[in-house]
C-alpha cells in the first residue's frame, strides 16, 4: 500500500486554502484525484486541477498524478457555467437502455451528474435508468482506490447537508436516527455490491473512513479511528444483504447454500465460494431468457461445433455462464472438464492475462526462478525439464501442476514447453517457460484454481506486485521484495 500522503489544496483567489489528507497514498490517476478532492471537500460544481510547475514557477493544468508528490499543492479551478445552456431533462427507455449498454454504442448515455451540472439547485433532479442486474453483472469493475461515497435520498442528502454545516460551526457530532442510518447504510451497500458481493475488512474499513469524510459529522468520538461503528454497521447490513440476495436465487450466493455444500460440509461458513484473487463477476448470471438447463442442452448442441472454423466466440458466448458455475461448484476434475468442455481451454482465453505484462521486462524463465528463490520456494519442484521418455511421461502424470520443458538432443533448445494440470496436459508448444507461466495464471483463474502450494507466494507476488490487483496485504517476503525492486 503506497504511503499517507498530504496535498495542500487552494482556490481560485488563494484567499482560501485547506489541508487534504490521503491516508492510501496519491490515486493512480488524475480522474481519481478528482473524485477524490470532490467527494472529501464536497465540492459541488465541476472543476479541474492545477499544479505548481517547478520549471515555469507557474500553476498548470494536471495531466498525470507524476507531476504531484506528498506535500504538493493544487489549485482548484471551477469551470465556467455557460448561460445559454437550457435546462433539461433526457427521458430513456428501458429497452433503449439496456440495448445500448449492451451493443457498446460510440454516444454514452448523459450521466445523472451532466444533467445536475446545468439546472439550477431548486431543480427536481430525476434518476437516469438503471441497467438490468445482467447488464450490471458484465459492467463490475476491481476494487477503486478512492471509493466513492454515493448520492443518497433527497431527504438523507439535505438532513446531512445541515448536520455538516452545523458540524463545521459547532463541532458537534451527529448521531442518526434508525431510518436515516438505514437509508446510508442501504445507499453504501448498493455500492460497495457492484465491486464485490463478499468485502473484506479492509474494503469495510475504507467505506466507513470515506463516509466520515464526506460527511465530517457522522464521525464517531468512541472510536479511535472515528468510524469504528460504521465499519462494523457495514458488515452486518452486507450479510444481511447476500440473505437477501440469496433467497433472490442469486448464483453467487446461492452456490454457498447449505443445500450446495458437500457432505460433511454442515455450516454456511465452510468452504466459502468467493473471489480470492481480485476476480471480477465471480459467477455471472445466465443470459436474458436463459437456463442452467438450457444452456446444458445448448452445450452439447455445441460440441460439434468445435469441428467447424471460427466458432469458438460464438460458443463462448452462450455457455459461459454455465461452465463458470459448473467450474466453481461442482470443481470437476480437468481431465473430466476437458472432455465435457472442450472449447474452454484454449490459449486464447488463457492469454487474455498477459496484458498485464507488456509493462514489465521479464523476457526469460530465469527471473521466475530468481523471484521464486527471493521468496523461499523451490522452482525445480514447478518448473521441470525432460529429456523425452516414459519416465517423462510418468513424472508428468503425477504432477499436481507444472510447467515442463522437453529437451532436444542436439542443440539443447527446447523441443516442447507445456503445462500440466492434474496430470493433464492441457497447453503445450507454448514456446517459452514465461509464456508458459502467463498461461497458467490465466488458466487458474478461468479455472478457478488455488496457487501451487510449492511456489504460492511467486503467484502472489505476480498478481499482486506486478499485476497490482489487490495488493492492499503483503505477506513480508513479498512486501521486501516490492521495495528491492521499487528502490
Not at 482548484?76 to 429497452?95: A, C, F, G, Q
Not at 453467487?252 to 466459502?272: D, F, P
Not at 521441470?384 to 507444472?402: F, I, L, P, W
Request: charged share 25%; glycine share 6%; net charge negative.
Amino acid at each position: 500500500m503506497a504511503g499517507r500522503a498530504l496535498l495542500r489544496i487552494i482556490f481560485a483567489d488563494q484567499s482560501d486554502s485547506r489541508k487534504l489528507t490521503l491516508d492510501s497514498g496519491i490515486p493512480a490517476t488524475v480522474e481519481e484525484l478528482h473524485t477524490f478532492v470532490k467527494t472529501s471537500l464536497q465540492l459541488k460544481e465541476d472543476f479541474r486541477l492545477q499544479y505548481m510547475d517547478v520549471d515555469f514557477n507557474e500553476f498548470m493544468n494536471l495531466t498525470s498524478v507524476s507531476e504531484i508528490q506528498d506535500k504538493s499543492t493544487l489549485k482548484v479551478i471551477y469551470s465556467p457555467i455557460l448561460s445559454n445552456i437550457e435546462p433539461s431533462i433526457t427521458l430513456y427507455t428501458v429497452d433503449s437502455f439496456d440495448k445500448t449498454s449492451i451493443t457498446g454504442s460510440s454516444e454514452p448515455l448523459i450521466p445523472a451528474s451532466s444533467i445536475a451540472s446545468c439546472c439550477s439547485d431548486d431543480m427536481v433532479y430525476t434518476s437516469t435508468p438503471q441497467p438490468s442486474p445482467e447488464a450490471q453483472a458484465s459492467q463490475l469493475l476491481s476494487w477503486p482506490t478512492v471509493f466513492v461515497v454515493p448520492k443518497l435520498t433527497y431527504e438523507a442528502e439535505f438532513e446531512l447537508h445541515l448536520k455538516n454545516a452545523e458540524f463545521e460551526t459547532t463541532g458537534t457530532y451527529f448521531q442518526p436516527g434508525l431510518k436515516l442510518k438505514g437509508v446510508i447504510l442501504d445507499g453504501l451497500a448498493q455500492e460497495m455490491i457492484k465491486f464485490t458481493k463478499y468485502p473484506k475488512d479492509y474494503q469495510c474499513e475504507e467505506v466507513a473512513a470515506a463516509l466520515t469524510r464526506a460527511h465530517p459529522c457522522l464521525g464517531q468520538l468512541g472510536s479511535k479511528t472515528g468510524f469504528g461503528g460504521w465499519k462494523q454497521s457495514l458488515k452486518y447490513k452486507m450479510q444481511n444483504y447476500l440473505t437477501k440476495l440469496g433467497r433472490l436465487g442469486h448464483p453467487e450466493i446461492l452456490v454457498n447454500s447449505l443445500k450446495h455444500k458437500k457432505t460433511g460440509q454442515g455450516k454456511a461458513a465452510a468452504n466459502i465460494k468467493k473471489s480470492r484473487k481480485a476476480e471480477v463477476n465471480y459467477i455471472p448470471l445466465h443470459p436474458k431468457g436463459e437456463t442452467t438447463e438450457s444452456l446444458e442442452k445448448e452445450r452439447i448442441a455445441l460440441l460439434s461445433e468445435l469441428k467447424k472454423r471460427d466458432n469458438e466466440v460464438v460458443i463462448k458466448a452462450k455457455t459461459f455462464s454455465h461452465r463458470r458455475l459448473e467450474i466453481v461448484e461442482q470443481r470437476p476434475l480437468i481431465g473430466d472438464f476437458k472432455m465435457q468442455m472442450a472449447c474452454s481451454v484454449s490459449a486464447e482465453e488463457a492469454f487474455a492475462i498477459s496484458d498485464s505484462f507488456e509493462n514489465i521486462h521479464i523476457k526469460r524463465g530465469c527471473i521466475l526462478r530468481s523471484i521464486a528463490i527471493y521468496l523461499n520456494e523451490d522452482p525445480d519442484s514447478f518448473f521441470k525439464e525432460y529429456q523425452a521418455s516414459e519416465d517423462a511421461k510418468r513424472d508428468m502424470a503425477n504432477t499436481v501442476m507444472g510447467i515442463y520443458t522437453l529437451q532436444r538432443d542436439v542443440d539443447g533448445q527446447p523441443e516442447d514447453v507445456g503445462i500440466v494440470i492434474e496430470g493433464n496436459i492441457v497447453m503445450d508448444n507454448l514456446g517459452s517457460v514465461i509464456v508458459g507461466f502467463v498461461m497458467l495464471l490465466g488458466l487458474i483463474y478461468a479455472l478457478d484454481l488455488s496457487f501451487p502450494d510449492n511456489l504460492k507466494h511467486t503467484f502472489e507476488f505476480m498478481q499482486k506486485v506486478v499485476m497490482n490487483l489487490d495488493g492492499h496485504k503483503l505477506n513480508g517476503k513479498i512486501e521486501s521484495l516490492k521495495i528491492k525492486l521499487l528502490d
